[in-house]
C-alpha cells in the first residue's frame, strides 16, 4: 500500500498559540511531501513543497516564518502553525510521493482540522 | 494559485445512473489524477494517467487523458450510495515536478 498517516487529526487551540501538525508516509519514503490547506467546499490550494534535508519551497502568498515546515527523516514532515489566529482555521492536508516508484502519483493524509478561537 | 477548470461543479442522481466528469486546462500536463474525498478526510487516489490517449479502469471507473494532454475525464457506472462524494482531477508537469493542480471539484449526490 502507500498509505500516509496525519496527527491530530482535529485540534483546536487559543488564539497566540502555535501548533504542530505531523505527517508521516507508513510504508513508503518519501524525499518530498507536500502541504496543502483547504477551506469549506473549496478545492486543495497548496502552501509547501516540503524537501527532506533542505529547505520547504513556499507558494506564492504563503508566510513561511507563519507555517513553519520541517521534514527530518524519509517518512516525516511536520507543519507548525505558529502564533496562531482565527483565520488560520482550516483544513490542512498532506501528501507524498513514493520515492522508490517511478511514477509521481501522490497520496494524501486523512487531514487535520485546525480550530482556533 | 492555477486551478483547473472541472465540471459540472455539481451532480444530483440516482442510484444506478452513469456518471461524467471533465476536467480541462489551458496548460499541457504529462499526469492525470483523479480523486475522491468524502467529508472530513483526506483524497483518496482513484485512478492515474501517464500517457496522452490513455484509457483506464478501476472497477466502475473510467478514465481518459485527453490526446491534447488538456483534459480529462471520468466515468462512473452504475453509481451506488458509496459513490457519493467530491471528485477532484489533479494536473502534474512532470514527473521532477510533482507538485499538483487541482480541479475545482464535482460534488455527487446520489438521491434515494
Known amino acids: 500500500g502507500a498509505v500516509v498517516s496525519q496527527h491530530p487529526s482535529r485540534v483546536i487551540c487559543k488564539s497566540g498559540t502555535s501548533v504542530k501538525i505531523e505527517c508521516r508516509s507508513l510504508?513508503?519514503?518519501?524525499?518530498?511531501m507536500f502541504w496543502y490547506r483547504q477551506f469549506p467546499k473549496k478545492s486543495l490550494m497548496l502552501m509547501a513543497t516540503?524537501?527532506?534535508?533542505?529547505?520547504?519551497?513556499?507558494e506564492q502568498g504563503v508566510e513561511k516564518d507563519k507555517f513553519l515546515i520541517n521534514h527530518a527523516s524519509l517518512t516525516l514532515s511536520t507543519l507548525t502553525v505558529t502564533s496562531a489566529h482565527p483565520e488560520d482555521s482550516s483544513f490542512y492536508i498532506c501528501?507524498?510521493?513514493?520515492?522508490?516508484?517511478?511514477?509521481?502519483?501522490?497520496?494524501f493524509g486523512e487531514g487535520s482540522r485546525l480550530t482556533v478561537l | 494559485g492555477q486551478q483547473l477548470n472541472q465540471s459540472p461543479q455539481s451532480m444530483f442522481i440516482q442510484e444506478g445512473e452513469d456518471v461524467s466528469m471533465n476536467c480541462t486546462s489551458s496548460?499541457?500536463?504529462?499526469?492525470w489524477l483523479w480523486y475522491k474525498q468524502d467529508p472530513g478526510e483526506g483524497p483518496v487516489l482513484l485512478i492515474a494517467?501517464?500517457?496522452?490517449?490513455e484509457l483506464t479502469s478501476n472497477g466502475r471507473l473510467t478514465a481518459q487523458f485527453g490526446i491534447t494532454r488538456k483534459d480529462s475525464f471520468l466515468n462512473i457506472s452504475a453509481s451506488i450510495p458509496s459513490d457519493v462524494g467530491i471528485y477532484f482531477c489533479?494536473?502534474?508537469?512532470?514527473?521532477?515536478?510533482?507538485?499538483?493542480?487541482f480541479g475545482t471539484g464535482t460534488r455527487l449526490t446520489i438521491i434515494p
Open positions: 501528501s507524498a510521493r513514493n520515492s522508490g516508484r517511478t511514477t509521481g502519483e501522490l497520496f
Open positions: 510504508d513508503f519514503q518519501a524525499t518530498t
Open positions: 516540503s524537501n527532506e534535508g533542505s529547505k520547504a519551497t513556499y
Open positions: 496548460s499541457i500536463f504529462n499526469t
Open positions: 494517467l501517464y500517457k496522452a490517449g
Open positions: 489533479a494536473g502534474q508537469l512532470s514527473f521532477g515536478n510533482e507538485k499538483l493542480t
